[in-house]
């Protein structure tokens, strides 16, 4: 079975500086890993994704994520975080052959203070 | 484009009725995703539709859940009698035909049962 861990339940960070939300992921087979978003009342946003190839994914408001297949880690960071990236981040991966779930993390809420 | 629609956004209702969620995916979308965000816990796969064919439906807690894509369109979610556990937020996402895609999500149903 696969599964999704993200340690942290909140993340607090100064503007201006940069940020790094954890996630480390089970999978048997290649994983396919995505970060989600969510800002109040609003639904999932898509961030970015690994699929193949260069182990740094850059994606959506100036976030990128590294995938480590030896920590079995895809951590989020941003070098200079803003106040409006408070929101709550979720980590997810797909494996196994064939499968379209996606087996979430239970979220880390990051906190910019001005 | 237009992206995924849910309705309501929030529901409210009794234990023992019924609620009927809905979700309009991308158009052109053959995959479609039921999600649910139980008390803050982790959001966990219901179902899977591919046009109007249940291609994956081991998340659905019970029988008092179902779900229905006819035409292979919008898909609706029937919680029937709905119980206090249920409460939580409902999410639909749709993504096109390959495992490498990302999917897209709905802003989701909130649904509380008192």
């Known amino acids: 079975a696969q599964s999704v861990a993200q340690p942290e339940d909140q993340v607090n960070v100064a503007e201006g500086n940069p940020l790094t939300v954890k996630c480390t992921y089970s999978v048997s087979g290649n994983p396919y890993l995505f970060w989600y978003v969510q800002y109040p009342n609003r639904g999932l946003q898509f961030l970015l994704k690994y699929i193949t190839g260069d182990n740094l994914v850059k994606g959506s408001y100036g976030f990128e994520a590294e995938f480590n297949k030896s920590q079995t880690s895809f951590h989020l960071k941003k070098p200079s975080a803003l106040v409006s990236d408070s929101a709550l981040y979720f980590c997810a991966v797909r494996g196994g052959a064939g499968s379209y779930q996606l087996t979430f993390g239970k979220g880390t809420k990051l906190s910019v203070i001005p | 484009e237009a992206g995924v629609t849910q309705f309501p956004s929030h529901s409210v209702i009794e234990k023992g009725q019924t609620v009927t969620l809905r979700c309009d995916p991308i158009?052109?979308?053959?995959?479609l995703y039921w999600y649910r965000r139980v008390m803050g816990k982790e959001i966990k796969f219901l179902l899977h539709?591919?046009?109007?064919?249940?291609?994956?439906e081991s998340g659905m807690p019970n029988n008092r859940f179902l779900a229905e894509r006819t035409g292979g369109t919008y898909s609706t979610l029937k919680v029937q009698p709905a119980e206090l556990e249920d409460s939580g937020v409902y999410f639909c996402a749709s993504s096109q035909a390959q495992l490498r895609d990302g999917y897209t999500f709905g802003s989701g149903t909130r649904l509380t049962v008192v």
């Open positions: 158009s052109g979308h053959d995959n």
């Open positions: 539709f591919v046009k109007e064919s249940k291609q994956d």
